[in-house]
């Protein structure tokens, strides 16, 4: 790592913490969660609060609220814990993993041989998975590059080193993630993301919104096996994997009916650890009446929300 300790502030940082132990990272996070959410001094925090108000309205202000603040603690220490784990070796990594929940489901899908795609939310720590998988198969990963190219160079670097071959998001990625899989190989994929352009609109917390159906396609176009993916950081200093099997409709039915599989796994997982989804994520505006969602007041943007969502139901 050596050869990012330039006078660059950014590459100082990165070498910095990147080398800082997990207790550390832990630690710090923990501060400036503290700082967050007594000063209320980031909008990501009012971008959180609207979001479980939009996701979970069926809690009381209280039940929410206490979500909030944990929420915020734990994506901050998500990503402190990310620089963590580019930094450490392979050997580090798989050895802050002390469980693995489902192992038996990743095993069984390598030995069909018939590819695996892993389903990766925005949820816990997912950056710690790979050394662990890596053990295992070839994965062929979206990389969408770091706009800072110091950064950038540290990501690549990083991921690269659990020899995953990294792909651009475009038709050339996607290709060869289609070959990697017709091969027997693996991918990751992000499900939660909003695509770059509109889409076929998918129900998510009852309300219909852009999304990729790239899973589901990759899914059902190579027969792949699918597999839910999580980590969860644990009280001894490491990290707990979790392999989840899909509704096996998923195979069967068409690219959108199985990104709805997908949101509906993703939705019950939130629902049993709602703390550790990251929330800061402006998913909701990917609704054509919704784009200015995070701009507006909370309480015109909930009476839009509730509208749409009525909608929806009415229509079912």
């Known amino acids: 790592m050596s050869n990012y300790s330039s006078k660059s502030t950014i590459a100082r940082l ?3 913490f990147s080398r800082r132990s997990l207790t550390f990272a832990r630690l710090f996070a923990h501060f400036l969660a503290s700082l967050i959410n007594i000063l209320h001094l980031t909008k990501t925090s009012k971008t959180i609060r609207l979001n479980l108000q939009i996701a979970l309205p069926e809690l009381t202000k209280k039940q929410r609220e206490k979500i909030t603040r944990t929420a915020i603690k734990n994506e901050i ?3 402190m814990e ?8 392979t050997t580090e990594n798989i050895e802050s993993i002390h469980k693995v929940y489902g192992e038996a489901l990743l095993h069984r899908a390598l030995a069909e041989k018939k590819g695996v795609v892993l389903i990766v939310p925005h949820f816990g720590t997912w950056e710690i998975m790979n050394a662990w998988v890596a053990q295992y198969t070839q994965m062929t990963i979206m990389y969408k590059p770091i706009k800072h190219p110091i950064a950038d160079q540290f990501v690549r670097d990083s991921r690269s080193r659990e020899k995953a071959h990294l792909v651009p998001t475009d038709e050339t990625g996607i290709r060869q993630i289609f070959k990697a899989l017709k ?12 695509p770059d352009h509109p889409t076929e609109m998918v129900s998510y917390f009852d309300i219909p ?6 899973s ?5 176009k190579t027969k792949a ?19 989840e099997e899909i509704d096996p409709l998923i195979y069967q039915l068409d690219p959108d009916q199985g990104t709805e599989i997908i949101y ?10 709602p703390e550790h989804y990251h929330w800061s994520y402006k998913r909701f505006s990917a609704n054509p009446a919704l784009k200015r969602i995070y701009d507006i007041p909370s309480t015109e943007a909930l009476e839009k929300i509730q509208g749409i969502r009525r909608r929806y139901k009415n229509n079912k």
């Open 14 to 16: 990165l070498y910095f």
């Open 77 to 79: 220490m998500s990503y």
């Open 82 to 89: 990310f620089f963590h784990i580019w930094g450490s070796t």
């Open 183 to 194: 091969q027997g190989g693996t991918t990751v994929i992000l499900p939660d993301h909003t």
């Open 209 to 214: 919104l852009y999304s990729s159906n790239l």
């Open 216 to 220: 589901s396609k990759l899914i059902q």
């Open 225 to 243: 096996k699918a597999l839910f993916l999580y980590a969860l950081r644990n009280e001894a200093q490491g990290f707990d994997i979790h392999f």
């Open 264 to 273: 509906q796994s993703l939705e019950t997982l939130i629902h049993k650890y």
